[in-house]
């Protein structure tokens, strides 16, 4: 009892600061990505090649002052950062970093994901309200709308993966892509699951309220959307959980579609964080290429483009299934 | 082990509590809310006999009950937002549509 | 172990419960109903009803309670500042007996002496051994079969309903 | 294949429901390319399944419990035997013709969609009536066919007559169907079931029940085949109630043709085949099956004789073929008067289309006085039509010739002289109103509008194909079927679907009274063309001469009118009479004063319903709670 114990508070302690440390160092590694693809040099002032920038920003976050507006409801002006960072961390609960670099193996592993990740919306929406401002009111009534519109797409999409494996266990739907077709192609999930696959990313996209989904903060119209009235720590809890989340959702892609910590020769480890990045350069590419959406045609695209594009999938899925197994 | 009626009690006490709410808030959302507790506290005796009773049922049932939950509150919120556009409250006192 | 942990989520649910109803802003209200939505969620967990447990949380925390925020914040309900221009206080005493009443009537039926009927196939060992998850779903998709596909006809009749409600102004 | 039957009906039935959901909105004029592809399909069908019922196989398939209701059980299920495929194979086969022909006769028309749901509606009806394995089904079947008749005449329904003509046909087929319904309830009371298979088992193996003396010294029976007899009557146009079918001409052409000649009005004659074991027990009821035939033979050619509307003449030259099958199925020759609707079948529905394309050039034109040389310009229509004519005519060796012989010879030699010489009669009278018409319609000068004379054409293709492929049935059907007569090919198919032909009493040539009847029929053509040809003045000089029996003949015998005042006006005024007496004083006075009695009730109980939710919720809770208290301290 006690050694379980113990191992798990390690296996979560490293998890936790692992996760920590990336998410601090993502913030640099999406400046000089952007920066590249817009021919700039991005942080380069602070340590060789800006390294220490992150803890640069750290620091000067950390001893800004914090100020809660007048008429904001306080308590849950101060709770929302919370609850916006706690779900984008405990996901990690469940996902396999390897063979047996797991924290807790769910039996409905899948859909514990699913439960929490849906919270994340909350930090937002409260966060919106309780600024008592309008752009942020605004900013929180947008992400609620958008973050329940695309999950149904971003559930959607998983259901044929859960069908190929029988089960909602991470561990075991990485297990069921193991292997090869005709001895090269990976039997990844990417390759039946394309369109699934397609529809995930656009999805989880979305959910991270990342652009070109940015919506709830878009600096044009709501300034900066729910966190206009944030500023120091409070602020940058909001920061770490959009990162944390989007390493969450990259770990999510590479387990569900490609084949997780599988890979020949090196560590199992080495090549589940190859493939995360492989996903953190993707999300940071679209960043810096694609234009926002406007806000009906974020509606439309969801509802009525990718929502019956995933249902499609599940049918034909099903259809292979029952057809070939 | 935690037994059956500890569950029920609980149950039983969610319930009474949602009750409560619906006989004295007058804000239409917080009795919605109140009603989706007593469904809740239904759910919760549902699961409890299942575990006891060895028997899945009783969880089938709260997947139904949740839709049921679901379907209800889409359109119920519907309801409250078609009146607020028209009466400017939510405050069940000051809505008379049910007298003919 | 699993005492004590009944006893906090028990303790959460209800005071959260008890909050929900006494908050005046509805917006801690839906907060307070979160807060017991959730703890009803870990003893659905210490029921070894995983899958419902996360289902639980994914509809009812992930959606339902997002949609009542969602309309809270559209209508911008702040809390009630004013006191009630006509305040029923017989017609809240009479609830609050009522439900009194009704709390011990229920906890007088489920005493420990309650019976239970003939017992299931699933008792824990089965479970374990077929997965808590593909057991509902064979029970679900096996008997309850048809139930199950008369739901989608439910939400589909709520969903026309909720659309045309929200787009046309009450007569 | 053969288990596959339930796809016969099942294909246009297809046709009515996606035509009858999206014909309006998305079809429209492209309707036929559904309705025609389902009858198509449905003719295959049964085509592969009459191939296999010709290598012997029959089937009584049970599909579905359709009713269940302590004894009384009812399946949906098919019978496939030779008599069923017969009909079944008519009705695809002349129905897929019909549908074809009217892509082109109802183009452009507003209502084409609806056309052709009910067409095909008509067709799952008229199937299920033919393949079903039991009265009820069978009745189900009869009814949707009268419906769909119903609502085909009154297909343009903003014209008067059309609504008129198709209120009657329905109302009148209710008085038959109300004694076929009555047939069905003492089957059902004698036997204990509606299954063909059971009944008619009971009535062979046990006849003593069915055949003892009971009601009124007659057996039961006897009045069950009356019963059923007067359906018969309604649904096939006999004595007395014939009076709907000409006016049911008001409806669409293809709809004369496919309905009111070619297969619906010819369910009571398959019904009454169909119940032949039944009807050969019950010898009172033939006779008067056989003697309401002839009958009907007769009176009907004679109306035909005069009339000048071109569907007239041929809607009452069906009423006098359809009096010449149940002559045959009353003198016990089951089989020829099948035989008979077979090949009616083929040159009817052909008259009834050459008349529609004739009808078709005129712009509407229906007048025979206002026709004439119609030969040159509708050459194709009117070579197909004198096929057609000379078939029904009887002359050797169309198909007209073979069947219709076959039932004077059968009722001949069982005795029946009287019936003989009225069906001769009958047929003399045939082969006159055949020619006169011909002559009227496509012989002479034009007497029509001039303006029309100018652009005559002929029958587009989709409506020139149902008339030659019709045409050249109504050529080689008779003879391909039905030689040697009473041995030919059809009689052998039918032999184990019918009850036995009864063993002949008179003794007779064969070869004799043929040629009477090819003499009778040629001396009715000769008259006709002498008439109607040569010497075209005559026949006004005839009618204005028997003014008397003109004017009876040209009123159709007063029937109609005689029904107008000895019944339905009778009946009328009684309704109106109850209708202010009964109906307002007593039936709604009571419904007022009960409405009454509860607002003086209730007054003061109203004000209960305030409006407020809160006030619900604690009468709801206080419920619960009352409830709950019972059920948990009561015991």
Redesign the interface.
Known sequence: MMDFLVATVLKIALVMGLVLLAVAYLTWLERKVIGDIQVRYGPSRVGRFGLLQPIADGIKLMFKEDIVPANADRLIFCLAPAISIIPALIVFAVIPFGPSFVITDVNVGLLYVFAVTSLGVYGIVLAGWASNSKYALLGGLRSSAQMVSYELSLGLSVVGVVMMAGSLSLVDIVEAQKGSWYGILPRWNVIPQFLGFVIFLVSSNAELNRAPFDLPEAETELVAGFHTEYSSMKFALFFMAEYANMIGASAMATTLFLGGWQGPLLPPVFWFVLKVFCFLFLFMWLRATVPRFRYDQLMGFGWKVLLPLALVNVMFTAAALLMFA | ??????????S????????????????A??I???I??ML?AV??SF??F????????G??F???V??????????G??????????AET?N??E?????? | MEWALFLIFALVAAVAAAGMVLQRSPIYSALCLILALFAQGGLYVLLHAELIAAVHIFVYAGAIMVLFLFVIMLLDLRPESHPPVQFNRVGVLAGFVLAGALLVELALGVGPRIILGPRGPYDLETLRMVGNTQAVGRVLFGEYLIPFELTSVILLAAMVGAMVLAKRRLE | MIQYIWLVPAFPLVGVVINGLFGRSYLRERAHLVAVPAAGLSFLVALLIALEVVAGRTLDLHLYPWIVAGHFQVPIGFLVDPLATVMMLTVTFVGLLIHIYSIGYMHGDPGYPRFFVYMNLFMFSMLMLVLANNYLLMFLGWEGVGLCSYLLIGFWYEKKTATDAGNKAFLVNRVGDAGFLLGLFLLWTTCGTLQYAEVFARAAALPAPLTAPAVGGVSLVTWITLLLFIGAMGKSAQLPLYVWLPDAMEGPTPVSALIHAATMVTAGVYMVARSSPLYSLAPPTLELVATIGALTALFAATIACVQTDIKRVIAYSTISQLGYMFLGAGVGAYASGIFHLATHAFFKALLFLGAGAVIHALHGEQDLQRMGGLRRPLKLTAYTFLIGAAANAGVFPLAGFWSKDEILFAAFTTGHYGLWALGLAGAFLTAFYMTRLYCLTFEGPFRGDPAHARHLHDAPPSMALPLLVLALGSVVVGGLLGYPPEHGLVHQFLAPSLAAAPEAAGHASAGLLAGLSLGVAGAGIGAGTLLYLRWRDVPELLAARFQRAYRLLWHQYYVDEVYWDWIASPLMRLSAFLWRGFDVTIVDGAVDGVARLLELGSWRVRRLQTGVVFNYVLSILAGAVLLLGYLVLGR
Not at chain 2, 12 to 27: C, D, E, H, I, S
């Open positions: 082990m935690v037994p059956l009626w500890a569950y029920l009690f609980l039983a006490f969610l319930f009474a509590v949602g009750v409560v709410g619906v006989a004295t808030r007058r804000n959302l917080v919605f809310m109140s989706e507790l809740n759910n919760l699961v409890a299942a575990r006891f009773l060895h028997s899945l049922d969880q089938v709260v997947f139904f949740m839709t049921v939950a679901a379907a209800e509150v889409a359109v919120l519907a309801i409250i937002i078609a009146i607020f556009r028209n939510v069940v006192d809505v008379h549509l049910l007298k003919g």
